[in-house]
């Protein structure tokens, strides 16, 4: 069964530093993987996905990550935070195209301070 | 636009009575989900519909039910059954390899 690790429920940064989120997934087939952002009592909002292309994808707002899969990692990062990159990020794991049965880590609450 | 509308944003429900969240797509998905998000839990899967006509539970359908009887819907029932609904409720619709989410309701049990 598929599953998504999330390191840090929060993590806080300086507006101007880098931002890095943390996700390793576990899959038993080639995982299709996503990151999410929440902002409060709203929707998801995709960032970015991997579906076996480029290793290094790019997404919205600036963000980026990289599949690894010798370290079953899919790192968030964006070199620049800005003050309106607060907010909740899902990183989220299926098992292929089509039916997207997702399956979510528990979200890391992004803190940017002035 | 399409999209996906979730309807109400804020809905009340007293002990023991049954509540329906509604969910309403146009962008012609054939797969939709609802999902229940409370806090430091990320999102949990309830029930999901690859079809008109068809739907399969997810990790935590007890005290759920969902009906799809057109491809457009994907109504959610809260019944009495369930002993902690207060939540924050999203439902999503996909197509190839991404998901797309309404902007949620948040049940509150009073």
């Known amino acids: 069964a598929q599953s998504v690790t999330q390191l840090g429920s929060h993590v806080s940064v300086s507006e101007g530093a880098l931002v890095l989120l943390r996700c390793n997934y576990s899959s038993s087939v080639p995982p299709y993987l996503f990151w999410y952002v929440q902002y409060p009592n709203q929707g998801l909002q995709l960032l970015l996905k991997?579906?076996?292309?480029?290793?290094l994808v790019k997404g919205i707002n600036g963000f980026e990550a990289e599949f690894k899969k010798s370290e079953t990692s899919f790192h968030l990062t964006k070199p620049s935070a800005h003050m309106s990159d607060a907010a909740e990020y899902f990183c989220?794991?299926?098992?292929?195209?089509?039916?997207?049965?997702?399956?979510f880590g528990t979200g890391t609450r992004l803190l940017v301070s002035p | 636009d399409g999209g996906i509308t979730q309807s109400p944003k804020y809905l009340f429900r007293k002990e023991g009575q049954n509540v329906t969240l509604s969910c309403e797509q146009n962008?012609?998905?054939?797969?939709m989900y609802w999902y229940r998000q409370d806090p430091g839990q990320g999102l949990r899967l309830i029930y999901y519909?690859?079809?008109?006509?068809?739907?399969q539970k997810g990790d935590i359908a007890e005290g759920y039910s969902v009906s799809r009887e057109k491809k457009e819907s994907f109504p959610l029932t809260v019944t009495s059954a369930q002993k902690n609904p207060t939540a924050f409720y999203l439902c999503a619709s996909s197509r190839l390899s991404e998901a797309f989410f309404g902007q949620g309701t948040r049940l509150t049990v009073v």
């Open positions: 989220a794991v299926s098992e292929g195209t089509g039916f997207q049965k997702l399956v």
């Open positions: 519909s690859q079809i008109v006509n068809d739907f």
């Open positions: 991997y579906t076996s292309a480029a290793t």
């Open positions: 962008l012609n998905h054939d797969a």
